[in-house]
């Protein structure tokens, strides 16, 4: 079989691409994106990878089975303000629960520690839909899910008709208590679709059925929002890879941490938000399954953002409260935090003469300086050039020429004089300043979350993280730094070794002990139809697989946790009885105390379940990547030039080797002080390290006298 995989992300400076062909070779493809049209970056990246494997990329599309995308078309459309122009229908007298929030929490979730010091100075944020765009039906569902009054289809007609002549393009329902009986929310979805058929439309049921009435109605309005701009870039891609002949399935990353259909993620364009960090995260989970590593810290730093999210014992940790700008919303999402500094962050001297860094990104157009794109204001990229670790050689396999000497200049002038230092000192000043950053929200991710970063690996991905992370590892105590043979693309990595993946919940409210066959009762519903689902998208029984959760909490206490009841997803669900259902319990008591404090949890209150919640996985056959044999340690031959860099912990150095990435060998060992340069990243391994390149390609950084692994 000669079929492909084909897995493209689009992020703010590079669109990166990573090709699985049926032999099990990987190719890598790296190229600037170009918005507002995505294809041309697209079909670039594509001819880099397809090159790699010795055909173009017309070929390569023929013959790709899946192809899978990773984008941030939702976020875009949120920061800037291209969001549909959404209508919403409530319970009559809460039409201003979207606009209420939670009272004061409204002003000051999302702020930095810095915004939160002056609450006089804060504001909630903007609303995602306008007032006047919000209309009530009189009907009513209680807590237990009685009808109370039921839905008037006029009053829908009326409703439907106002929000239309608004000029609302989609339309968003949420109904009070719909999660436990969405009777009178099916009946005013009918009737929208009745009165206005071709209209994009969103009910809470369907998407966020859970407590909370804000946040289920800000999930539902950004989904409205969102709906028509995602749809419309999908459908755009389905036809662009149609017109290429590329016969494959779309499949589209979720923030949840699988991939879903097209047609199903254009119906939930909100589960798109921040899936592209999410995609990185997969791909380490993943390379760490190949090398033996279940502690891990995922790191990326490309050219916009930093982000950072860890893996514990091989399991992966959601947020809790789902968040973007501010705005919450009711869907699970895998923890990733972010910094704004990265590559394009530019750099600058205040007023008071106090370097400034980020978050303000350069992005690809205009860029940093030395791309030569335009850009004129000093970027992270231009300081690591100055430092001597970039080469025009190597760079995007020379595709595209470096004007390091005017990013010195630049540099020079802006940010060196200001000052009062010469170049190199500032460069290297500035070099030190973006690591300590980073080194501060590593901590903590791990330290001031209980975690001894000694038992963790570091992963450093994105094409700026390599020229960074060895300095940053050693300084945190990590036992070991990988830079992924993927790393620039280890995004796309992600996608290529994801699975498809669906989630159904129910919420309906028990105290423990609770009766083991009606929460068997609730699971297996939510199983089958999930089950349906996957099945309908070709799986066979034998390549799903079904994992439980129940959301639980002390009563009378507001804190809910998820608690898992499978380590990894199961072919079949276990039977549950009351032995198992009380070690749950415990299991949650356990997570609480970790969570919130050892003298935190209330057990004498009781325990209450709330949400039952059932993850099917449909595993995606992908060829087995090959390994290479390890050969020898001598990595001499690679070296193709000396120059003078900045390297951490030994200042400014004269000689320091550079070696070429594709010459050097499986087992090859590259001993500090030392530059490799890839076609799309950099690595630089410090005076005390020293790097080894695995049998696929994967560079572990370790002390030259490596700690023992912790237990």
Not at 330 to 343: N, T
Not at 350 to 373: E, F, M, Q, V, W
Not at 397 to 425: C, K, N, W
Request: proline share 6%.
């Amino acid at each position: 079989m000669n079929e492909a995989i084909v897995a493209i992300d689009i992020g703010g400076t590079c669109t990166d691409c990573v090709v699985i062909a049926g032999d099990g070779r990987v190719a890598l493809g790296k190229a600037f994106t170009t918005p507002p049209e995505f294809y041309a970056g697209i079909g670039n990246a594509l001819a880099s990878a397809a090159a790699a494997l010795g055909e173009t990329a017309a070929a390569l599309l023929a013959r790709t089975r899946l192809f899978l995308h990773g984008t941030t078309v939702a976020e875009n459309a949120l920061v800037e303000g291209e969001l549909a122009p959404a209508g919403l229908i409530a319970t009559r007298g809460f039409e201003d629960t979207l606009f209420a929030m939670r009272g004061g929490y409204g002003r000051w979730s999302g702020l930095s520690e810095d915004e939160k010091r002056n609450p006089i100075d804060t504001d909630k944020p903007r609303p995602i839909v306008e007032r006047s765009r919000v209309r009530g039906l009189a009907e009513r569902t209680d807590a237990r899910g009685c009808v109370l009054e039921a839905v008037d289809r006029a009053d829908v007609e009326r409703a439907v008709a106002a929000l239309r002549a608004s000029g609302a393009s989609a339309l968003g329902i949420c109904l009070l208590w719909s999660f436990v009986n969405p009777a009178n929310e099916r009946a005013a979805l009918e009737g929208v679709r009745e009165h206005w058929p071709e209209v994009f439309v969103t009910a809470s049921h369907e998407i966020a059925p859970l407590l909370g009435e804000y946040e289920r109605m800000s999930t539902v309005a950004l989904n409205v929002s969102l709906g028509p701009v995602v749809s419309r870039y999908l459908a755009s891609l389905d036809r662009w890879l149609r017109e290429a002949g590329c016969p494959a399935t779309l499949l589209v990353m979720q923030a949840h941490g699988g991939l879903a259909p097209a047609p199903l993620a254009a119906t939930r364009p909100v589960s798109l938000l921040e899936s592209g960090p999410v995609a990185g995260l997969i791909g380490c989970k993943r390379l760490g399954e190949r090398l033996g590593e279940q502690n891990i810290i995922s790191a990326d730093m490309g050219g916009t953002t930093f982000k950072v999210g860890t893996i514990q014992e091989g399991r992966l940790d959601y947020q809790r409260e789902s968040m973007v700008l501010r705005y919450h919303y009711a869907l699970p999402k895998l923890d990733v935090v972010s910094l704004g500094l990265a590559g394009g962050s530019i750099v600058a001297v205040d007023a008071n003469g106090t370097p400034r860094l980020g978050p303000k990104s350069a992005g690809a157009y205009p860029g940093p300086i030395c791309y030569h794109h335009g850009g004129h204001e000093p970027t992270l990229t231009d300081v690591d050039a100055l430092l001597g670790y970039l080469n025009g050689e190597f760079f995007l396999e020379g595709r595209a020429e470096l004007a390091i000497d005017d990013a010195r200049a630049a540099f020079a002038a802006q940010v060196a004089a200001p000052l009062g230092m010469d170049t190199e000192s500032a460069a290297a000043a500035v070099y030190r300043l973006a690591n300590s950053r980073i080194h501060d929200l590593l901590h903590k991710t791990t330290v001031q979350r209980g975690l001894d970063p000694r038992r963790f690996a570091l992963f450093s991905t994105g094409g700026t993280a390599g020229m960074h992370l060895p300095a940053v590892g050693r300084a945190l105590g990590v036992r070991a730094i990988v830079i992924p043979h993927s790393a620039s693309v280890h995004g796309a990595f992600g996608l290529a070794t994801s699975d498809v993946v669906h989630d159904e919940l129910v919420t309906q409210p028990m105290r423990a002990p609770a009766d083991p066959a009606a929460v068997g009762a609730l699971f297996a519903g939510l199983a089958e139809r999930l089950v349906a689902q996957l099945q309908q998208e070709g799986f066979a029984d034998a390549d799903i697989r079904l994992a439980r959760a129940i959301d639980m909490r002390y009563r009378r206490q507001v804190h809910i946790l998820t608690v898992p009841l499978e380590a990894e997803p199961q072919p079949a669900l276990a039977p549950l009885d009351a032995a198992s259902l009380a070690a749950i319990g415990e299991r949650f008591g356990e997570l609480y105390r970790q969570r919130y404090g050892p003298e935190s949890a209330f057990g004498d209150s009781g325990i209450e379940l709330v949400t039952f919640r059932v993850r099917a996985t449909g595993l995606v056959k992908k060829p087995a990547i090959a390994s290479a044999p390890l050969g020898g340690a001598d990595a001499g031959g690679a070296i193709v030039a000396r120059r003078r860099a900045f390297i951490e912990d030994a200042g400014w150095l004269d000689d320091v080797p550079g070696y070429a990435f594709r010459a050097l060998e499986p087992g090859n060992v590259v001993p500090g002080p030392a530059i490799v340069w890839t076609p799309i990243t950099t690595a630089v391994v410090l005076a005390s390290q020293t790097a080894t390149l695995d049998g696929d390609r994967n560079f572990v950084i370790r002390a030259r006298e490596a700690r023992a692994p912790g237990p």
